[in-house]
């Protein structure tokens, strides 16, 4: 039973990134699944969840409008779209089972995302 982050890298300042999580031993269909961020020496704070049976997403205020939460059934996966990336979005981006972070169960090991000129 896992979660699996990939997608991340180096971005300039106003690119895009796709972040992928999927799940492997457990179906997703009962999760309302969120994505989180962390910066060495802060806490991690909660980016945008998505209710995994009918899609419905919710974005943090520092990335509404720009970072959305999408799903692929078939495939167990969850996405993170990330646009119009700015330097203050560089952390590691973590999916887990549950979009209140207490109450995951299960954590993606996390991908580095880095926006630079």
């Known amino acids: 039973v896992q979660l699996q982050a990939s997608g991340g890298g180096l971005v300039q300042p106003g690119g895009s990134l796709r972040l992928s999580c999927t799940a492997s031993?457990?179906?997703?269909?009962?999760?309302?699944v969120g994505w989180f961020r962390q910066v060495p020496g802060k806490r991690r704070e909660g980016v945008a969840c998505?209710?995994?049976?009918?899609?419905?997403?919710f974005s943090a205020d520092p990335v509404k409008g720009r970072f959305t939460a999408s799903r692929d059934i078939a495939k167990n996966t969850v996405y993170l779209q990330m646009n119009s990336l700015k330097p203050e979005d560089t952390a590691v981006y973590y999916c887990?089972?549950?979009?209140?972070?207490?109450?995951?169960?299960?954590w993606g090991p996390g991908t580095q995302v880095t926006v630079s000129s």
């Open positions: 887990a089972s549950d979009c209140d972070e207490p109450n995951a169960d299960y």
């Open positions: 998505i209710t995994f049976y009918d899609g419905r997403t």
């Open positions: 031993g457990f179906a997703l269909d009962d999760y309302v």
